[in-house]
């Protein structure tokens, strides 16, 4: 009888092992087993050829499995539970009601300990470590395979035939998402591996490859122009009272952009002669449409020396410029200007509701304030969304629920939408 005992623990240890086997291989990530392989893992080397083969894998796994789980049910049900029936019956018991006692208890304790030591713990083992668990594993994995290579190729084409009808055939899907990513890092965060800069930062660079020029941009009402068609006197008191490096220059109509000058070169101009030729320090900006994505706007300042982009529409309007700060203050957010007299994108008030500037990027809401936003909106700003859900300019104090917030409309500077009050709407009563 202890025999018995002992062969029914060992196949549930080897279900458990089975079990664990299939949750490590199959959760581990391949990029970490793939790392782990370059440095020369032979047990990792051995799970990624096993990742790489989900169909054999898990055949494997599911001819160990059912093995495993026709001996145990025969031993439990045939042998021991006879022998209790026997103890029991010695005990002064019915035979009809004895035999069901002990095969019965015997079925509950070998379900029980199946259960726990056969499933739960094994796989709660394999979830906490599944890359090492996936290392430790795949020989023996990889050994029952070949010894049952007739019979787990069998299964494998049969599985394959049966995905084929229900029209899943070729290989998976990309199996790490955009989502995910985003997840992982939020994880990160949460357990302490990243600090709260470094999450906004990786945030930032997620953000920045999805925006589009228009989105970086410094819009035109906000750039300062130096107009090469005005007086000499009036672009000397703009050169000598301008705090930025470059400037998009124009000659004469709003939307002929002819390039950029360094205010450097026209201060050193200035000071020797009276009357420069100011065209001649005109320097070729790259040009690009307002739709270009942001990794190609970076991608041609670059490849400029000026480190500034002309943005035009696809009218041929001047619409702004992206400079390399642009790009920087998109991934770690605004640097604050000597003149500058802007508030913070939002702020959270009291009472829990949100105080938003216009101007705040609609991606930067969805993170930071939990907003919804749509995968690929037609507008770039909290104020383009207005506009957008509105279809119209709204007046100050108008006020329209969306996807579960309130948004009412604070300030409006002439045209442009400037604050917005955020806030969550309470749950509708069940």
Not at 82 to 108: E, K, N, P, W, Y
Not at 192 to 207: K, N, Q
Request: proline share 4%; glycine share 8%.
């Amino acid at each position: 009888m202890l025999l018995e005992i002992a062969i029914v623990i060992g196949l549930t240890l080897i279900n458990g092992l089975l079990a664990m086997s299939e949750l490590a291989v199959v959760s581990a990530r391949p990029a970490r087993l793939k790392a782990a392989a370059d440095r020369g893992s032979r047990g990792t080397e051995v799970a990624v050829r096993l990742a790489g083969e989900p169909g054999r894998f898990l055949s494997t796994v599911q001819i160990g499995i059912t093995l495993v789980g026709v001996l145990s049910g025969a031993f439990s049900g045939a042998t021991l539970g006879i022998r209790l029936s026997h103890v029991l019956q010695a005990q002064g018991l019915g035979q009809t009601l004895a035999d069901g006692l002990g095969v019965g208890l015997v079925v509950v304790v070998i379900t029980y300990l199946s259960l726990i030591v056969g499933e739960l713990v094994p796989k709660q083992i394999a979830l906490r470590n599944a890359e090492a668990m996936a290392a430790r594993v795949a020989p023996a994995m990889l050994f029952i395979s070949r010894v049952a290579a007739p019979l787990v190729w069998f299964l494998d084409v049969s599985g394959k035939l049966v995905l084929g009808l229900l029209g899943q055939r070729g290989e998976a899907g990309e199996r790490v998402t955009e989502e995910e990513v985003r997840t992982i890092i939020a994880e990160a965060k949460s357990a302490g591996v990243l600090e709260t800069a470094e999450h906004d930062m990786i945030s930032g660079v997620m953000r920045f490859a999805d925006r589009t020029a228009r989105a970086l941009m410094t819009p035109r009402r906000e750039v300062e122009i130096l107009d090469l068609s005005e007086s000499m006197d009036a672009m000397r008191a703009q050169i000598r009272q301008c705090r930025r490096a470059r400037l998009p220059a124009r000659d004469g109509e709003a939307d002929d952009i002819i390039g950029a000058v360094l205010v450097r070169d026209l201060i050193e101009a200035f000071a020797r002669e009276e009357a420069p030729d100011l065209r001649a320090f005109v320097r070729p900006a790259p040009v690009v449409i307002d739709t270009a994505k942001a990794l190609d706007v970076l991608k041609r300042l670059r490849e400029s020396t000026l480190h500034m982009a002309i943005v035009f529409d696809e009218y041929g309007h001047f619409e702004g410029i992206v400079t390399s700060g642009d790009i920087l203050e998109s991934i770690t957010g605004e640097f604050q200007d000597e003149d500058d007299t802007d508030e913070p994108a939002f702020v959270r008030r009291a009472e829990g509701s949100y105080l938003v500037a216009g101007w705040m990027p609609i991606d930067e809401a969805g993170d930071m304030l939990g907003l919804p936003v749509d995968k690929d909106p037609a507008y770039e700003t909290m104020a383009g969304l207005v506009l957008s859900e509105l279809n119209r300019l709204p007046e100050t104090g108008e006020v329209f629920d969306y996807r579960g917030w309130r948004i009412e409309v604070i300030d409006l500077d002439g045209r442009r939408i400037d604050k917005l009050l955020v806030s969550r709407l309470p749950p509708s009563p069940s």
